[in-house]
């Protein structure tokens, strides 16, 4: 299959043949990995028990589909991905924004998935071949990864597609094995080795799980959405079967892998860490069918957060091609996967990450998703490729490119949520006023968008005059030569 030449450009209409029915595949296909399954596990290392978990990982994961679906919405109008598309709302430069709040956020869930997925793969490989568990063998199988994750991610999204249809249908038949395999030692009792109740009382810790492993998921979605709906039609698919994709591809494809992490942690007694005790646990018969688990699953999930990497990086240097951009992407992330794996622990990287990437992207989404509103999803989509093409000018164009309302809205939400986090080695100012509970995500939305309703009273350029048929900006004028299609 050829390589994928298209970068941040607008997807042309001959182009998006993709369907609710690929969103959905895309979306349960490339989530049912170790990367996904370990944050089932956050809960019972928080020292809740069984029902007690699920509760908070179905009540995270709801609410957060609720709120995240929409902005799938908004690249099916505009048919590039969602930090190019927020120009409407944060200008063609401000937009790179959504840009940095992206690359992390796929840096981080790409780094944890290889760094898991290793960590599992190792320990099977040390009990049916006698691999050494040493410092020469994590790099080995980390660097596996990486290479089979960059080849998936460079062919682009066609291959993604495919390899996400292909896992759909083996990860599922893989974890169903895996219920049959763990459930001997399945106990619904809080984990004694958790060592009670992370932050001291019942709800605290409830709440750390409900975000931590439930909101926490569909969030990581808030520019990768984008990604797959672009190459859908709006002329042939209309927005509410979009949406209900959206939301079922989301649910299944979150809910399915986080509970079994959730089941198997308890099964495998996993308090304090989780591959080690998972492959401990596992029988004999199951060992290969897990290996495969950890292995094709990480390089699926894994792939389609290095594709939307290298689609943020081609954004925010323009110069650069999207393959060109990968490669660069692939080398940071493997890197973040050793510092993860011999600087930190699981729990404490996962949580602190998670919290942090939650209080900074969420009022940039609330943002995005008042600007879709306003707009009624009329963009005009030529103007967004702005800079794109070293351009000025345009509906979106605002002061030199930045939109300074929105900017300084999403600068205070965040400012707001990253006082209020509760992380392991850090706890914020403003803690002391919500009585010790982290509901910094909560806030930094509240704020972002409060503060951008206020700033930008029935505003915003919207483009309803030319739609997202290509119809050249208003008042655009070119730098350099055209930025051709990458």
Known sequence: MPIEQRGVDTIPEEERTSGPRDLVSILLGSNLCLGVIVFGWLPPSFGLDWWSSVGAVLAGTVVGVVFTAPLALVSLRTGTNLSTSSGAQFGVRGRLVGSVVGLLLALGYTALTVWIGGDVMVGVLGRLAGLPQGDTAYALVYGLLAAATVAGAVHGYRVLLAMSRALAFGMTALLALGVIAYAPGFTTAALPEAGGYLLGGFWPTWLLAAVAAGLSGPVAFITLLGDYTRYISPARHSSRRVLHATWLGLMLGLLVPQLF??????????????????????????????????????????????????????????????????????????????????????????????????????????????????????????????????????????????????????????????????????????????????????????????????????????????????????????????????
């Open 261 to 486: 992490g959730t089941f198997t942690a308890y099964a495998a007694r996993a308090a304090l860490d989780y591959a080690g005790p998972l492959v401990d646990a596992a029988p004999g018969w199951y060992l290969v069918p897990l290996l495969l688990a950890a292995s094709a699953g990480s390089v699926g999930n894994a792939g389609l957060m290095l594709y939307s990497m290298g689609l943020d990086l081609d954004a925010i240097l323009p110069r650069a091609s999207r393959a060109r951009a990968t490669y660069t992407v692939a080398v940071v992330a493997t890197a973040a996967v050793f510092a993860g794996h011999y600087h930190s622990t699981a729990q404490d990287a996962m949580t602190s990450f998670v919290l942090l990437l939650t209080a900074i992207g969420t009022p940039w989404a609330v943002i995005t998703l008042i600007g879709f509103a306003r707009c009624g999803g009329v963009y005009d989509a030529d103007a967004l490729q702005v800079f794109n093409r070293r351009a000025r000018g345009g509906v979106y164009w605002y002061r030199a490119g930045w939109h300074v309302p929105a900017t300084l809205s999403w600068a205070a939400g965040a400012t707001v949520g990253v006082l209020a986090v509760s992380l392991p080695t850090y706890q914020g100012p403003l803690l002391a006023l919500t009585g010790g509970v982290d509901v910094s995500f909560l806030l930094s939305g509240l704020v972002g968008g409060a503060a951008y309703l206020l700033s930008t009273p029935g505003s915003g350029s919207t483009g309803r005059d030319s739609g997202v048929d290509g119809t050249p900006a208003h008042g655009a004028d070119t730098e350099d030569a055209p930025h051709a299609t990458r």
